[in-house]
């Protein structure tokens, strides 16, 4: 059978887990596409009011990741994590009340957008570290690809669900879906109960699962105790820049960001505003990009196997940060155009696919198990911290160069971000197994 299937119907605390999150993703997938839409629409909105309200929902990322690793690595992760989901529940639930009032305006969907984001963040630096805490170390690899799976089955049927939804309720009112997706992940949470901790038979928390590269850990400073202080706020950063791998996967993802939310946001506004590209279109078109992403996550282990992880990761790349320029090259309207953004995403999507699969995998491996709140928090304030830098530089360029323009200097941007990926330590990254796929951290 196969092992994550295997998980899920053997580990009930996992599948309540996984259940949960597989329906809040597809709730997310909804307010991805109807919050720009009920700033642009509903609020008649400018670009730079659409960039205002997308940097309010990631300026946590940017203002909080590194204190909240640091702060919630020791606190209960299920006392983190409820609280968060329920918080966004009840947040996103405002959205449609606050527009049926007649009292929704710009600034008032951007101060929800941002203790939206401000719970989102707390929930994903200690999620990233509670799986170790469901399952058995030699159970990861099955347990991440079950929920990235459905993360991905999710990122295919959401779009076009989300398109409908919102031609047919409005963007307001579809947001509601998602408010309800939080419940539902609340729930999968307080039904998981974390197993005992690993004793002399089991793997060790240090200990690397198998098909995972071996990239050595990083030391880091004790988490405290009568001999060793408590690290430093700055500790989760350490751990990534001094290792040549998470180092340039780091920059990688941050420059990817950025670039991405300058393009993304420009596109739903030159293809559904300028273009007239039904909603339910453009929504079925960036579905496509799903699609992409579950063939990249099937084929990603065969696919380095063939070249070898650290070429196949930067072939994944050229496809995911190469092919999205087309999306605005090709002269098209109405239904043409959204069969060249279908296809555009399906093929981007692939390398995403696959990019996340040895992102995930490089992380996983070179983290320390006792560090994984800290450092989540770390890379998540790199990460996703340049995206409120990305929304904002979205509406400048938006309303400076037109949303056509704008779209394609994002996608001329995804390109560029492949660079820090060129390097040794990535390229020469053979094998999943084999000790010649590491090198000394810098």
Not at 403 to 410: E, F, S, W
Request: aromatic share 6%.
């Amino acid at each position: 059978m196969d092992p994550s299937l295997r998980l899920l119907r053997s580990h009930p605390s996992f599948r309540w887990y996984w259940v949960g999150q597989s329906i809040s993703s597809a709730g997310s997938q909804v307010t991805a596409l109807a919050l720009p839409l009920v700033t642009a629409l509903a609020l008649h909105g400018s670009p730079r009011d659409v960039g205002f309200v997308a940097t309010a929902a990631m300026a946590p990322y940017l203002l909080f990741s590194l204190l909240a690793g640091h702060y919630l690595e020791a606190r209960p992760k299920r006392a983190v994590m409820i609280p968060a989901d329920l918080a966004q529940a009840l947040l996103l639930g405002a959205i449609p009340v606050a527009w049926w009032a007649g009292s929704l305006s710009v600034p008032l969907l951007a101060g929800i957008a941002f203790l939206c984001g401000t719970a989102a963040l707390c929930f994903g630096v200690v999620g990233f570290s509670y799986v170790p805490d469901l399952v058995a170390t030699d159970d990861l690899p099955a347990a991440n690809r079950a929920i990235q799976g459905s993360r991905t089955v999710t990122e295919v049927a959401g779009p076009g669900l989300a398109g409908l939804l919102v031609g047919a309720l409005g963007a307001p009112v579809a947001i509601l879906v998602d408010a309800v997706s939080y419940l539902a992940s609340a729930v999968g949470v307080a039904a998981a109960h974390p197993r005992h901790r690993p004793g002399p038979d089991e793997s060790t928390p240090g200990s690397t699962p198998e098909s995972t590269p071996e990239v050595a850990p990083q030391a880091t400073p004790d988490a405290g105790t009568d001999d060793h202080p408590r690290p430093s706020v700055l500790a989760g950063l350490r751990v990534l820049f001094t290792n040549p791998h998470l180092r340039a996967l780091t920059i990688h993802a941050a420059l990817y960001n950025l670039a991405s939310e300058i393009f993304t946001l420009n596109l739903v506004l030159w293809a559904v505003q300028e273009q007239h590209l039904p909603t339910a279109t453009y929504g079925l078109a960036m579905g496509a990009g799903g699609i992409g992403g579950l063939i990249g996550t099937l084929t990603a282990l065969r696919l380095s196997e063939r070249l070898g992880l650290g070429r196949a990761f930067i072939a994944s790349l050229a496809l995911s940060c190469g092919i999205p320029v087309l999306a605005v090259l090709v002269p098209a309207h109405g239904l043409a155009l959204g069969a060249i953004l279908a296809a555009v995403m399906l093929v981007s999507g692939i390398g995403l696919g696959n990019a996340n699969v040895y992102s995930l995998t490089l992380r996983q491996a070179a983290i320390p198990r006792d560090q994984l709140t800290r450092s989540a928090g770390a890379y998540t304030q790199v990460m996703y911290g340049s995206i409120p830098l990305g929304g904002a530089l979205a509406g400048v360029l938006g309303e400076s160069l037109g949303t056509r323009r704008a779209t394609a200097a994002g996608a001329v941007l995804l390109a560029c971000s492949i660079l820090p990926m060129l390097t040794r330590h990535i390229r020469t990254l053979t094998s999943a197994t084999h000790p010649a796929a590491t090198h000394p951290a810098a």
